[in-house]
């Protein structure tokens, strides 16, 4: 069965502190990618990657950067902390073969930031 | 570039009432589109999807939705609505030209009346 675990349901930290987002896909896809979500904005896409190694700008990349060392592991880091970062992130992964486009969701992570 | 609208933010209907949810896609090409879903404190689930051929989807859970290039549309629609379909629900759209990225509209909140 298709699982996508991100390792914290919930997360607190201050502001001005670096928080790491991690998340794994046991499917072999190639893609992954991570969302924020905010009421009435829908899912907004911050960054993606196509393999390892590589990462592309989503729209919403500022504040963000992202690491990809192994297949199956995408982490999303917050260099420093604001407040504005509060919000629900999810991580989703999708495959390359068949032009199959659908993707494949975490439970998300709700990161407040004080 | 792609863009969703979902033009309800909240719907309310009866347990037992049809539900239909309303999306609208703008895109040059021939999109790909989907229906997730949401429940409280989950990640999000693929209700169904459509790439090509019959205009007329079915899904999960009793769901389906209706592909209207004229219009612009991909409505989703449920006949009888079970309490538990209270969720929030997401209209999102992809394109080959877009790299297998998704674009999320801004979600329907739905509520259901005993």
């Known amino acids: 069965d298709v699982k996508v675990t991100q390792s914290s349901r919930y997360l607190v930290k201050r502001t001005g502190e670096k928080v790491f987002l991690e998340c794994v896909q046991d499917?072999?896809?190639?893609?992954m990618f991570w969302y924020r979500q905010d009421p009435g904005l829908g899912l907004r896409l911050i960054y993606f990657s196509y393999d390892v190694k590589m990462k592309e700008k989503g729209d919403i990349p500022e504040g963000y950067s992202v690491s990809r060392e192994k297949k199956e592991r995408f982490s999303l880091i917050l260099e420093s902390a604001s407040t504005n970062q509060t919000s629900m992130y999810l991580c989703?992964?999708?495959?390359?073969?068949?032009?199959?486009?659908?993707?494949?969701f975490g439970p998300g992570t709700r990161l407040t930031v004080t | 570039a792609q863009s969703v609208t979902q033009p309800d933010i909240h719907i309310t209907v009866s347990e037992g009432a049809s539900l239909e949810l309303r999306c609208n896609y703008s895109y040059g090409a021939t999109p790909y589109l989907f229906w997730y879903v949401q429940s409280p404190g989950q990640g999000l689930q693929l209700l169904l999807k459509y790439f090509s051929g019959d205009t007329l989807v079915q899904g999960i859970k009793g769901f389906e939705a209706e592909f209207k290039r004229s219009q612009s549309s991909f409505n989703l629609r449920k006949p009888s609505v079970h309490w538990s379909d209270a969720a929030e629900y997401f209209c999102?759209?992809?394109?080959?030209?877009?790299?297998?990225?998704?674009?999320f509209g801004g979600g329907t909140r739905v509520l259901v009346k005993p």
């Open positions: 999102a759209v992809g394109a080959r030209a877009a790299g297998n990225k998704l674009t």
């Open positions: 989703a992964s999708s495959s390359l073969s068949g032009s199959n486009y659908e993707q494949y």
């Open positions: 499917m072999d896809h190639e893609n």
